[in-house]
């Protein structure tokens, strides 16, 4: 039995025309790393009112009532 190698089953050259219009769309709209992952997080919970989250905490369900378990 004979394989392929992987990168030759994707002819990249030929089957995804990349023009220079879309190298530089790629490039302008890419993540920036100048913020870390967890600065990303905050701004993005930033922008959910605060209304929201309260509602959605009323509504998450929590163990309370629940029978209380040991580890031993």
Same mark, same amino acid.
């Given at each position: 039995?004979? *394989?392929? @190698?992987?990168?030759?089953? &994707?002819? %990249?050259? +030929?089957?995804?025309?990349?023009? #220079?219009?879309? =190298? +530089?769309? $790629? @490039?302008?709209?890419?993540? *920036?790393?100048?913020?870390?992952?967890?600065? =990303? &997080?905050?701004? %993005? #919970?930033?922008?959910?009112?605060? #209304?929201?989250?309260?509602?959605?905490?009323?509504? +998450? @369900?929590?163990?309370?009532? #629940?029978?209380?378990?040991? $580890?031993?």
């Amino acid at each position: 039995m004979s *394989s392929k @190698r992987a990168f030759d089953l &994707l002819p %990249l050259e +030929r089957d995804l025309v990349t023009t #220079a219009e879309d =190298i +530089r769309a $790629l @490039r302008e709209n890419r993540w *920036s790393t100048g913020k870390s992952w967890l600065e =990303i &997080l905050q701004t %993005l #919970a930033d922008q959910v009112p605060p #209304a929201v989250v309260r509602e959605n905490l009323k509504k +998450r @369900r929590t163990f309370e009532g #629940a029978m209380p378990f040991d $580890l031993d």
